[in-house]
Structures are given as C-alpha cells and as structure tokens.
C-alpha cells in the first residue's frame, strides 16, 4: 500500500518467515550453520528454541531452502497439535510415500525402506518438526523411536529436528524423555536481537525491499523501537510496518516518536520501564516526580 510511496519493491516488515528477506546476525548464522552441519554429519538429534518471533521458524525455511537444494528428502511438520497417527500420515504426505498413508504400520515401513535406499545412495533424510513445544507426549515417543533406526556403517538414518518455544526444553527434561534428551547432539538458542543487530535488521530489510540508506526511521527512535520491541523481530516488523502506514496516511516521510507512541499504545505493547498514562500525567505531560518533603 505505501510501498509506492517510499520507493519501495516490496514490502519490507511481512510477517512470513522468508529467507529471502534473511538478516544473518551472528546467532541466526550460527543456528543455520548448526543445523546444515548436523544433517550433514548425521547427528541424529538437533533442538533449536527460542522465545516466539525470534525467528525459527525462518531459519528452518532457510535449512528447506538448502535441503531442496541439495536434493535431500525431508518431512517439515509444522502443525504439532496433532495425534501420532496424523504424525504419520504428514510424514507419508511429504515424503511421498507408496503405501497406506493412515496405516502407521505401512508407512513404518515404507519409511524404513526410505531410508535404507537413501543411505544406500549416500543420502541422508531429515525430519523437522516446527512448534515442538506443542507435541503429545505420545508423539515425542514416535520421533524417539526414528531417531533409533541406524546403519551401523553409516550412522543415523533419520536426522531429526525438533524446534520450539524455550518450553521445549523443559518438556525434553522431564525423566520419561530422558533417553531422547542424552540423544540431543546439538542445541541452539535463538534470542532477541540487540540494539546494534536491530537497527542492521531494519536497514537490511528495508534495503532488501528496494531502499539504501533510509531515512525514514531516525536514530534515537530506533533505540526506543529496540526498547520497545525487546529486539523481537516480529515485534519489530508489526511496528515498523505500522509506522510506515501511519507516516504514509500523513504523507510524511520520517516516522516520529508520537507515531510509536499511538502504534505501542493500539498494539498493547509491554517493556520494562513503561510508563501508563496515569502515571504521565492526563495531559500526556510528564508531572516532575514527587518526592516526599517538597
Ligand atoms: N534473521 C532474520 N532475518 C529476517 N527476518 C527475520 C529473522 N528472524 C526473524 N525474522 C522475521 O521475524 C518474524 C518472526 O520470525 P519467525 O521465524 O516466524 O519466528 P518464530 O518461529 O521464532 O516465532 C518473521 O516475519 C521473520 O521474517
Ligand atoms: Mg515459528
């Protein structure tokens, strides 16, 4: 809608996780460079969490990108909230396989066959699983159980990911899932950006939609957007893509902070040190602090 106006090719704050748009901070650079490198040497178990938005699901776009390219088989389940059997059918779904899709017996093994075949061919194949936090215990068993299927020649048949909210790896503490935790070979943390990585992330963004050296978001308001966004990054694209409207609706091209102000206030924004408007005062006017005896 405003992309026109600001000399933009596409919109630079969508909330989809698209490689495309990918800013490699340190950490995100080093979580893909984890879960490449654990595929590639068959380490069977990787978990990767992190708080929601700080971009897991994206770096597992990223990996599909490079299993895709790479020409390595892989079921992505997305959807957790389901039952073992479901668990199944999705695998049988994305790895095509021949056989009785809702018959877990079948696609057992149908899968095992998979593999061996693919292993046969000095391939691996991977299983991903998004949002893991959510998976039934029940299911968390199946996924253990694959992670057991092993050429003693070659390791690992089945490289399981399992990404999700920190909760995750609470669940994976719990004593019934204790073998599958000693199974984990490499974890990595995805957390919220810094002051520095979120002002390169929205430079890089905006750059990767068209616009170089933008002056749209000044400086001083970038460290209030970072404060109040936490350095989450789909805190950080909902409230940029607000400011680019509002300033577009005002036909202005510098965002300002009373614009951040209205955007946090309608987003229901929390951070630390946030001030209610009681506490400013009616007006919006800051009362100087009361301090007793005065
Ligand atoms: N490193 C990154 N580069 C580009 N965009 C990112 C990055 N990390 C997160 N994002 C963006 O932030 C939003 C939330 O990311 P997502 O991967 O869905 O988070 P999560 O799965 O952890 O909840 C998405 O719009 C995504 O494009
Ligand atoms: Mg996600």
């Known amino acids: ?72 088989e892989f ?23 021949r056989c009785q899709r809702n018959s877990k017996t079948e696609v057992l093994f149908a899968l095992n066959q998979l593999l061996i075949q693919q292993a046969n061919d000095g391939r691996t194949s991977v299983l991903i699983v998004d949002e893991a936090h959510n998976l039934e215990w029940d299911v968390l068993e199946e996924i253990r159980l694959l992670g057991n299927l092993e050429n003693p020649r070659i390791g690992k048949l089945l490289q399981i990911i399992l990404s999700g909210q920190p909760e995750l790896d609470r669940k994976l503490d719990a004593p019934n899932l204790r073998q ?11 957390q919220p950006l810094t002051l520095k990585e979120s002002n390169e992330y929205i430079n890089s963004r905006l750059l990767h939609a068209g616009l170089e050296n933008q002056t749209i978001f000044p400086d001083p308001l970038l460290i209030e957007l970072h404060l109040r966004t936490q350095g989450i990054p789909r805190l950080i694209n909902a409230v940029c893509d607000n400011m680019l409207l509002a300033a577009f609706a005002i036909e202005t091209k510098v965002c300002t902070l009373e614009m951040l102000d209205e955007i946090s ?9 946030r001030r209610t408007p009681r506490q400013r005062g009616q007006s919006g006017f800051e009362p100087a602090p009361y301090t007793p005896g005065d």
């Open 75 to 97: 079921a992505f389940v997305f959807n957790s909230r389901i039952t073992s059997e479901q668990f199944f059918e999705m695998i049988a779904y994305d790895l095509d396989l």
């Open 265 to 273: 206030s309608d987003m229901r924004l929390e951070w630390p040190g």
């Open 180 to 190: 599958l935790k000693q199974r984990i070979v490499l974890r990595c943390s995805l």
């Open 1 to 72: 809608m405003y992309n026109g106006y600001f000399g933009l090719k596409e919109n630079p704050f969508n909330l989809s996780p698209d490689p495309a748009f990918l800013y490699r901070s340190p950490q995100h650079e080093e979580a893909l460079a984890n879960l490449i490198y654990g595929v590639q040497s068959r380490k069977g178990f990787i978990v990767l969490t992190g708080e929601v938005g700080t971009g897991k699901t994206t770096m597992l776009e990223c990996l599909r990108d490079y299993l895709e390219q790479a020409g390595v």
